[in-house]
């Protein structure tokens, strides 16, 4: 076999075991199934997830950044954690993801004064910490496993039904606009990130998969993306089981 050969077939079991963690972590995770919205669970959505916007890209991935010494890797990461807490112009109209999060959960009904005040649930904070070690204690390629992996959801292809025709977010953004009668501007969260994270997730398959041989880590970034996916379930059911104690 040559040596280019060899490269394409390690490149292509290392995209199959990432999709493979992908695909189960959707089929077991309560915030994928069908009858996963209620008005409720949309609500913590908003108090929970504005709040892990911010902290994953002011501080987790920043942290994978620094770790990582490709020059260009390291500013891919920087941009892309940019237009998330600073502003994204190319896809949020000059607005973070963050603040179109916020206005979101305005838009149905929601104080801005308790979005904004609102804390992290024990499940967000166990995540929070769950991370720090899995993304900042780690192989800088591993870490950047732990920035893209929960992404990759949003990509059309995984899970079942319309998930997998849609992507995550792409079902999503239909169920939010049919439960509380929104717009598609209203809804363009779910919308710009459909688009970015296509972006920002194969920037994280395509350089783990070219580089993990090179780093001889083939089987451990597959673990890595397997092991990150299982603390974004806990943070997800999280979000599920704290808008059902609203109820």
């Known amino acids: 076999m040559t040596l280019k050969r060899k490269k394409a077939l390690v490149k292509k079991n290392v995209i199959e075991g990432l999709d493979n963690a992908v695909n189960a972590f959707i089929s077991r995770t309560l915030i994928f199934q069908d009858d996963a919205w209620t008005k409720n669970r ?4 908003v108090l929970q997830h504005r709040q892990n916007t911010r902290h994953r890209n002011s501080v987790l991935k920043l942290k994978v950044a620094t770790n990582c010494p490709i020059w260009d890797i390291k500013l891919d990461i920087i941009d892309a954690c940019s237009r998330e807490i600073i502003a994204d112009h190319e896809y949020g109209g000059g607005k973070p993801h963050w603040q179109i999060l916020e206005d979101l959960g305005v838009q ?3 104080d801005r004064g308790e979005i904004q005040n609102a804390k992290p649930s024990n499940a967000t904070q ?3 910490d769950a991370w720090s070690g899995l993304m900042t204690n780690s192989h800088w390629l591993l870490g950047l496993i732990g920035n893209t992996c929960s992404e990759r959801v949003n990509v059309p292809g995984y899970g079942e039904g319309n ?10 953004r239909g169920v939010w606009q049919e439960m509380w009668n929104l717009s598609d ?3 363009g969260f779910f919308k710009l990130h459909t688009e970015a994270d296509l972006e920002h997730s194969e920037l994280g398959w395509r350089n783990v998969a070219n580089y993990a041989e090179d780093l001889n880590l083939e089987d451990e970034v597959v673990e890595a993306c397997r092991r990150n996916l299982v603390v974004w379930e806990n943070y997800f059911n999280g979000i599920c089981h704290l808008g059902d104690s609203f109820d």
């Open 42 to 45: 949309c609500r913590a959505f």
């Open 108 to 110: 149905i009904g929601m």
């Open 126 to 128: 166990l995540s929070w």
């Open 163 to 172: 998930n997998k025709k849609l992507g995550w977010f792409g079902n999503v």
């Open 185 to 187: 501007d209203d809804v």
